[in-house]
């Protein structure tokens, strides 16, 4: 099984920059990419980025393409992502998930973190 734990939420300016982090632990051979994902009240949660273990291949979701960045340490089992050019909208809880296969969507992958929050002030 595979356990993770989100850090490095908080507030921020429009504007600002944010660095998310995932720390995963356990059977983490058998997931072959991570994800974010973030969820806004009354909202559905959505994808926002995702990439490899192996390869780096990374994938965005429109809204965040040219301000987010997915990245990847496999010594130390850690993924990021990193927020700039933060906007109101991007307000939202963002969690980080594993899959056993390449998915974009929230029920193709198998764990969850808990979730961080992130708010960005106009």
């Known amino acids: 099984q595979v356990q993770l734990v989100n850090s490095g939420g908080g507030l921020v300016q429009a504007g600002g920059s944010l660095r998310l982090s995932c720390a995963a632990s356990?059977?983490?051979?058998?997931?072959?990419?991570m994800g974010w994902f973030r969820q806004a009240p009354g909202k559905e949660r959505e994808f926002v980025a995702a990439i490899t273990w192996s390869g780096g291949y990374t994938a965005y979701a429109d809204s965040v393409k040219g301000r987010f960045t997915i990245s990847r340490d496999n010594a130390k089992n850690t993924v990021a992502l990193q927020m700039n050019s933060l906007k109101p909208e991007d307000t939202a809880v963002y969690y980080c998930a594993a899959a056993s296969s390449w998915g974009t969507l929230p029920e193709e992958y198998d764990y969850w973190g808990q979730g961080t929050q992130v708010t960005v002030s106009s």
């Open positions: 356990g059977r983490t051979f058998s997931s072959s990419a």
